[in-house]
């Protein structure tokens, strides 16, 4: 493995962390806390893991940004969407951890309220890391 494989397990992790959530999210409506419970921990473990990924890949690569290979239209698409995605998961940093605080704690009326919140935003930005690296990666990739 060389640090140029990191971005794909990023995406897998991001991947893993949408079905996760999903999984998180049709077990809390239909009753089930445990699996609920289960699959939210897991999706943690897995934005986690891709936040150690990230971070290491950016220290490693010295900062140094992957330019975005497409052009007109799919461009402003493109930029839309990491636009977003940025801002938004620096917010899950703070979200996340507080509304499993409050599960934790057994304060779950609080905790609905804030995981009404930190869902859609978490998913957002789930989804929208793995749209960024088949942009970056795989549909546009830089031909400099």
Same mark, same amino acid.
């Given at each position: 493995?060389?640090?140029?494989?990191?971005? &794909?397990?990023? +995406?897998?992790?991001? @991947? =893993?962390? *949408?079905?996760?959530?999903?999984? %998180?999210? #049709?077990?809390?409506?239909?009753?089930?806390?445990?699996?609920?419970?289960?699959?939210?921990?897991?999706?943690?473990?897995?934005?986690?893991?891709?936040?150690?990924?990230?971070? &290491?890949?950016? +220290?490693?690569?010295? @900062? =140094?940004? *992957?330019?975005?290979?497409?052009? %007109?239209? #799919?461009?402003?698409?493109?930029?839309?969407?990491?636009?977003?995605?940025?801002?938004?998961?620096?917010?899950?940093?703070?979200?996340?951890?507080?509304?499993?605080?409050?599960?934790?704690?057994?304060?779950?009326?609080?905790?609905?309220?804030?995981?009404?919140?930190?869902?859609?935003?978490?998913?957002?930005?789930?989804?929208?890391?793995?749209?960024?690296?088949?942009?970056?990666?795989?549909?546009?990739?830089?031909?400099?």
């Amino acid at each position: 493995m060389t640090v140029h494989d990191l971005p &794909s397990i990023e +995406a897998a992790l991001n @991947g =893993a962390a *949408t079905v996760l959530i999903t999984a %998180g999210f #049709v077990f809390i409506r239909r009753g089930d806390r445990d699996a609920h419970r289960s699959c939210m921990l897991a999706a943690a473990v897995a934005s986690a893991l891709f936040l150690v990924f990230y971070v &290491s890949y950016h +220290a490693l690569m010295r @900062g =140094a940004h *992957t330019p975005f290979g497409g052009t %007109g239209a #799919v461009r402003w698409v493109y930029l839309t969407i990491l636009w977003t995605h940025i801002p938004l998961a620096a917010l899950i940093a703070f979200l996340v951890p507080r509304t499993f605080i409050l599960a934790l704690k057994g304060d779950f009326a609080r905790h609905r309220a804030w995981a009404r919140v930190t869902f859609p935003i978490w998913y957002y930005v789930s989804v929208t890391g793995v749209l960024v690296y088949f942009f970056l990666y795989q549909w546009w990739p830089y031909r400099g």
